[in-house]
């Protein structure tokens, strides 16, 4: 439509400035102004400030340090028995009372929490690292791959839990280790859904629009942009897992596919009290039911403080 | 000697869309070009097709969308290479702002950040504190105050204006040859607007940057263009000139909406604001021959103006008018058909 124009009328003549000048120069300045306000430190500025999440990493904190160190803390070993003393209350001998095997239940609950933490963490930190990016990347790309992991996704969850761990337990053996990542291939698909269902919104956004318009490829914009805005669901998803985690070990051990006497898990520990709900040696289930919770309820409350720390909209750093 | 090919010439670009009443014509047949260093300005209506012209441009349009014709910037054709070879193009060489830059800057990411990505995405090797250097510079050129301190901040603490501005310095973290700007006035008032063309005139003088600045704004485009691209229904209807198309539009389209423009400096104390009768046409079904004919004055029915769709008639200097009628389009001026006596 456009046959070749005389001159336009009065183009300001451009200064001469080369692309190479514009862009910044690649040695580094000489005199480089620190940051007073990183993304790493505005967050830890927002978590801060979030008291109950403090106390749950410190409840943690403890609670790990103790578990972890029972070695040096634990008044008596895992399964020193003591036969003549049997079941009693907590005393000053036992806080947490003994058993009927006369076995201090403060030391076992401390050996049981090394399984019970490391299964827990490591199950909700393996399912929502797989659930992540199998979500992020069916809902960023769509179509067909969309399709297809979507529907293995409604094929795990459809597959019966507890079947698959009773026999790849048989199979495998009853370790820690195959319960882990046992429990992660049945736990993944929550989170696989949420992040999908997250991405789909997120990268209609407009700002995914103009990272593509800057040239991002695919793999940044789901890195930089599409999943810090998932962070929140992510976060929650993978703190209810550590309850959900420590609660199916229980239900394992209780159906005897879980860890092995004389090892021991909270979730065991409640299994084998299980018969004294109501009697006097009720103190059984309480502390390791106690356990459970105060791991929990820290675990969600840090989720909380964590979620909230990723958004930089809450409370102005 | 061949001249240098233009830094982005654009042919017969249609778009469809599918949809279920059949396709959807959101382009037809666009053609023009941007030389180096060039404003030109895009005009029309909602729905006129400039937004999907521009998205066209760096391919960014969703993968549904029929695309036909060429666009080829310094000589290379872009339509149909693969999204690798775009992604390297996309704010290095050719960068985009769009309307709304609240929804334009992640909310978890500083501004600043946002601004060095431009240039960590196509220039690994700067360092981080070079990028910081350039992004601090960046913001200065669109005149954010303190920039260094406002590098740090995120989106919500930027104003309207403010977070406008920091989209450009995005946009222009790698001084691409052509900045295609998708309606940067839209959204904001008067008073910022006038700032973000202020910033649009010291980057054209700075820089260097052509612009392609796309808008149903006619204030902006006399302030900034050069040359002018006025689109109707998917159509480019009348392509001049700033100072021509202001002077003497040829296209019936382009005069309604010069008429339609309050004028202070004119006296027309009671006689109502004119307006173009009509609607805007469906893209899916449009009008046949010219899509402005249900709407115009000067039409001849059936034949031509129902019949053929026109083509571009050279009608001065780099003016041309896609219209059957244009001889008798210079013989009114808007102000006349403002005030109806034509």
């Not at chain 2, 249609?14 to 030109?40: C, K, M, N, R, Y």
């Not at chain 2, 006025?230 to 002077?247: Q, T």
Request: proline fraction near 8%.
């Amino acid at each position: 439509m456009r046959p070749p124009t005389p001159a336009p009328p009065a183009v300001p003549e451009p200064e001469p400035v080369g692309p190479s000048e514009l862009l910044p120069s690649v040695e580094p300045p000489t005199a480089v102004e620190a940051q007073p306000g990183s993304a790493g430190q505005l967050f830890w500025r927002r978590l801060r400030r979030h008291r109950l999440a403090l106390i749950s990493i410190v409840v943690l904190a403890l609670l790990a340090i103790a578990c972890f160190g029972a070695g040096l803390f634990a008044p008596y070993g895992r399964d020193e028995q003591n036969l003549a003393l049997g079941a009693v209350g907590p005393s000053w001998q036992h806080w947490f009372g003994t058993d009927e095997l006369g076995r201090d239940q403060l030391s076992r609950l401390l050996y049981a929490g090394q399984i019970s933490l490391e299964i827990g963490l490591a199950v909700a930190l393996l399912s929502t690292l797989v659930g992540t990016v199998i979500g992020a990347v069916a809902g960023y790309l769509g179509r067909a791959t969309d399709q297809t992991l979507m529907r293995l996704t409604d094929l795990f969850l459809v597959v019966p839990a507890v079947a698959v761990l009773a026999i790849a337990l048989k199979k495998f053996g009853h370790d820690r280790f195959t319960i882990i990542w046992v429990l992660a291939a049945l736990f993944w698909m929550y989170v696989a859904r949420v992040v999908r269902a997250q991405v789909l919104s997120i990268k209609e956004q407009d700002y995914v629009e103009a990272a593509r318009a800057s040239g991002a490829s695919g793999a940044w914009i789901i890195v930089r942009h599409v999943l810090p805005n998932c962070v929140g669901p992510i976060v929650v998803n993978a703190t209810l897992s550590v309850a959900a985690a420590i609660v199916a070990e229980s239900t394992l051990s209780f159906l005897g596919f879980g860890i092995q006497i004389p090892a021991t898990s909270w979730g065991r520990m409640l299994a084998d009290a299980e018969g004294t709900v109501g009697t006097s040696q009720s103190y059984l289930l309480y502390f390791p039911g106690l356990a459970i919770l105060l791991t929990v309820l820290a675990v969600n409350f840090l989720g909380d403080g964590l979620r909230d720390a990723f958004d930089p909209q809450r409370g102005d750093a | 000697m061949t001249p240098d090919p233009p830094l982005l010439a654009v042919e017969r670009l249609s778009v469809d869309f599918p949809t279920d009443d059949g396709p959807l014509h959101a382009v037809d047949g666009v053609t023009f070009q941007i030389d180096e260093h060039e404003v030109v300005g895009m005009v029309g209506e909602s729905g006129s097709g400039k937004t999907v012209t521009a998205l066209a441009l760096l391919g960014l349009l969703p993968r549904r969308a029929q695309i036909r014709g060429s666009v080829r910037l310094r000589g290379e054709e872009l339509l149909g290479r693969p999204e690798r070879d775009l992604e390297q193009l996309r704010g290095e060489t050719v960068a985009m702002v769009f309307q709304d830059a609240l929804a334009s800057f992640n909310p978890v990411m500083s501004v600043g950040a946002q601004v060095g990505e431009t240039i960590a995405v196509h220039h690994p090797e700067v360092s981080a504190s070079a990028r910081r250097e350039r992004v601090v510079e960046l913001l200065e050129l669109v005149g954010i105050p303190d920039p260094a301190g406002r590098a740090d901040e995120y989106p919500h603490q930027y104003s309207g204006g403010m977070r406008q501005r920091a989209m450009l310095a995005m946009a222009l973290a790698n001084d691409p040859a052509l900045l295609v700007a998708d309606e940067p006035t839209t959204a904001l008032d008067v008073t910022l607007q006038a700032q973000v063309l202020d910033v649009l005139e010291r980057i054209r003088d700075r820089t260097g940057t052509a612009i392609l600045l796309v808008t149903h704004d006619l204030g902006v485009v006399a302030g900034l263009a050069e040359r002018v691209l006025v689109m109707y229904a998917g159509r480019a209807v009348e392509e001049a000139p700033v100072d021509d198309l202001f002077a003497a539009p040829r296209h019936p389209y382009t005069l309604g909406l010069l008429a339609s423009l309050p004028r202070l400096d004119r006296r027309t104390r009671g006689s109502p604001l004119f307006r173009i009768p009509g609607q805007p046409p469906s893209l899916v079904h449009r009008p046949s021959g010219c899509a402005f004919h249900p709407r115009c004055q000067f039409r001849a029915l059936p034949a031509p103006c129902a019949t053929d769709v026109p083509g571009p008639v050279e009608v001065g200097a780099g003016h041309q008018a896609a219209c059957h009628r244009t001889e008798l389009v210079a013989d009114v001026t808007p102000q006349q058909l403002a005030i109806g006596t034509p």
